[in-house]
């Protein structure tokens, strides 16, 4: 199974939801807040871990600063949400047979997913 790293602008109920549903994920807000983007990104690619995220700037850090995290990200475009609304968004994209995160930066909304092979 997967692991997951959520980054700090990911609320905690989500975090609590997908743990709750069986799903390995850690939080930066819980383990290691206030540290950089570029940090969060090497803790992904050492624990093999897929980052979970709103913050736009990890699309950067691959394809203009090459950072690799062979885990993926999943960027989530979402606004005026409750704290658990990520939480079902995720689990949506999760359950997809045909969706695979690894070596990829996923751009998903509710209406929409797009991948870009890493």
Known sequence: MSKFLANENIPLATVFRLR???FDISSISLDAPSITDKEVMQISINENRTI?????????????????????????????YQPEEPAELILKLLNN???ECAGFFTVADEKSIRQRKI
């Open 52 to 80: 979970i995220t709103f913050d736009r700037d990890y699309g950067e850090l691959i394809y203009k600063y090459g950072f690799r995290p062979p885990a993926g990200v999943i960027y989530l475009r979402m606004q005026n």
């Open 97 to 99: 047979p045909n969706l």
């Open 20 to 22: 709750n549903e069986g």
